[in-house]
């Protein structure tokens, strides 16, 4: 049996629990153009996902693309021995310096949704 995606009022709801209000925003755009992403990214706070570059570092090898989405925050602990263009709901702004040490580009999930609103191209990581 296939798993239904929630629907736009689903998304909704939770929504309206949410007292972050770049989080709200950012989730109010992608429910229009990719509700599967505002869908994971609408889950409770203690849910979110947060990833270490050291962590990242290591997914790296499996990855096909340079162009990641992460559907959380990125923290600063560990270092990138690769070059890439990760879009994420946020990062520490120690992560922020290293990734730019490291040749790489950070941009918000909300600023790419601007560029590219269906958020194609870019590969999910998970944690």
Known sequence: MEKKTK??????KRVRQ???VYLVETLMQLKKSAP???KKLARPRRKQWKINLSELDKKLGEIKTNNLLFLGK???SGELSKKINIVALSASEKAIEKLKLSGSTFTT???????????????????
């Not at 629907?7 to 909704?12: D, F, G, H």
């Not at 999930?109 to 944690?127: G, M, R």
Request: proline share 3%.
């Open 36 to 38: 599967e992403i505002a």
């Open 109 to 127: 999930i909300k600023q790419e949704i601007k560029n590219n609103p269906k958020l194609e191209k870019l590969e999910i990581v998970s944690q």
């Open 18 to 20: 949410k007292k972050n």
């Open 7 to 12: 629907s736009r009022t689903q998304i909704e």
């Open 74 to 76: 990125i923290l600063s």
